[in-house]
């Protein structure tokens, strides 16, 4: 059942390959350089959802998937969407603390703190 929910190809490691080692992969690099250049977090949904399109045209172009499958290019642009929003994430607690290092410290790879006194 959960086969035919998130893709449509017939072959799991298809939907592993497209969705999570090249979408997912692009979407965390592209969150990644969101942060890196200081831009807020929103700007990651705009990019992802057009990445999301990409996925899906891969999954036509490659496979013979259906195109405008609305069902299918929101399952692809959502996991293109946590992947992105975890690299910027990781990379701005990176950032936080690389570049305010007197002021914050690391409390995790997604999170910082500010230093007590």
């Known amino acids: 059942m959960m086969q035919g929910f998130s893709h449509e190809e017939g072959a799991f490691g298809i939907f592993l390959l497209v969705n999570i080692v090249l ?3 692009a979407a965390a690099l592209a969150g990644r350089a969101i942060a890196d250049t ?3 977090w929103w700007q990651v949904v705009m990019y992802v959802l057009m990445l999301g399109a990409a996925v899906r045209f891969i999954h036509f172009a490659l496979f013979d998937a259906t195109p405008l499958a609305l069902r ?12 992105g929003l975890l690299g910027f994430r990781i990379a701005r607690a990176s950032q936080m603390v690389r570049q305010y290092g007197w002021i914050n410290q690391p409390n995790g790879p997604l999170r910082w703190r500010s230093r007590s006194p």
């Open 72 to 83: 299918y290019y929101l399952i692809d642009a959502a996991i293109c969407l946590a992947f």
């Open 23 to 25: 979408g997912g992969g």
């Open 38 to 40: 200081w831009r807020p």
